[in-house]
C-alpha cells in the first residue's frame, strides 16, 4: 500500500514519488558513537559541509548533536547558519566552524553570530586579530596551517612570519591548530607521515593550543594522527574510511527507484539514446524513474546492477536526464511490475560500489543525491 509522506519527510510524497531516499540517522548515529570509539579520550567533532554531505543537514546535525556531537565543521557561511537554526534548541552551545575562513563572509557576520573562522592567512590573522581589539574581548578562532595539501591554510613562508612574531595572535583565542591530510585514505602514501611530522614541527613553533588533524580515514591511520580532536564527514555518512579493508560503518542510506512501465521486446532492439545497447527479441525491459537529473550519474550508463530482492537487475544502455532501464528478462513478470520499487543503492550495492562503478568516490555519489527523491529519514 503507498502511504502519503508523513511529517519528518520531505519532496514529494511517497504516493507520488519517483523513487525513495531513506536515510537512517540511527546509523549516523551509531558510526559516530564507533568513531569516538576509535578515537578514545580525543574529542570527536562532525563535519556537516554541504547539507551533511547531501543527506540534509536540518536532520542530520540534530541527531548528531542527541549522540554527543559539539563541535561542528561547515564549508560555508551559510551552512553555518542552518547548523544553528537545525539545532536550535537542542543545543544552543554548540561549536560552529567554519572552514573556508572570513573570506566567506563579512568579518562583522561571524561576530555576529557566535560562528568561528577557521583563519587561513596571515591577512586573516591580521583581520581577526584587529576584530578582537574592536570587540574589547577575545575572539574564537581555528588556525589552519597547510601541511601538505595546497589548498588552504597558512603556506610555510607564512608560518614562519607567524613563528617569527607570536604577537600577531593576539586578542584571537585560537581554539585549534589544525592541517588537513592529503591522501589519508591511502594508508601506505608517504605523504601521511610527512605531514604528520610538519604539523607536529610547527605546533613546537607556535604558541601552545589543542590540535586538529584528522579527517575520516586519519582516525584509522592511528593514535599518532588523532591528537585532541578529529574532524570526520564522510565516514558518519557509511562511507568507507579504510577503501583497502572491510567498512567499519554502517550504512546510511538505501535509494530505491519506481518501475514505471515494462515492455516486451519482440525482436531484436535497442534500448535508449544512441542506441548504445542491443538486447535479442524475447527481452523484457522495465524503466525506472530515476535518472542523471537525480545526481544517478550518466557514466553508470550499462556499468551497474540494481536489485529486487535477492535478485540482481543489470541497468542497460544510457542513462537519461529521468529514466533508466533494466532488463529483467530473467525475472518471472510478477517479480517486476509497474509501481515496483527496484534498489539502486542499498544492502546489496553500498555508496561505495556505486561510486567505484562510476569512477568516482562514494562523497561525490552523496553530495549529488537528487533533490527529486521522497526522503524518508528513520530515527533521529
Ligand atoms: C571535508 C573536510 C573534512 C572531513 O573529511 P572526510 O574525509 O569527509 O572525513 C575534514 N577537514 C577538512 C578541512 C575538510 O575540508
Redesign the pocket.
Known sequence: MARTGGPDDTGPTRARASAVLTIDLEAIKKNYRRLRQELRPVTCAV?V?ANA?GLGVARVAPALAKAGARTF?T?QFDEALQVQSALGKTRPTADIFV?NGLAAAPIEDFNGHGLNPVLNSLGEIGAWAQAARAAGRALPAAL?VDTGMNR?GLPQNELDTLAGDPGRLKGIEVRYL?S?LAC?DEAAHPLNAEQLLRFEKARERLPAAPASFA???GIFLGADYHFDLA?????LYG?N?TPDRPNPMAQVIRLQGRILQVREIDAPSTVGYGASRQVPGGSRVATVAVGYADGFLRCLSDRIKSWIGERSVPLIGRVSMDLIALDVSALPAEAARPGDFVDLIGPKQDVDALARAAGTIG?EILTSLGARYHRVYLGG
Open positions: 563535519v559541509k554531505y565543521f564549508a572552514l589552519h588552504l589544525m588537513h589519508a579527517n575520516s580515514s574532524r570526520p564527514g564522510a565516514a562511507v574510511p562523497y
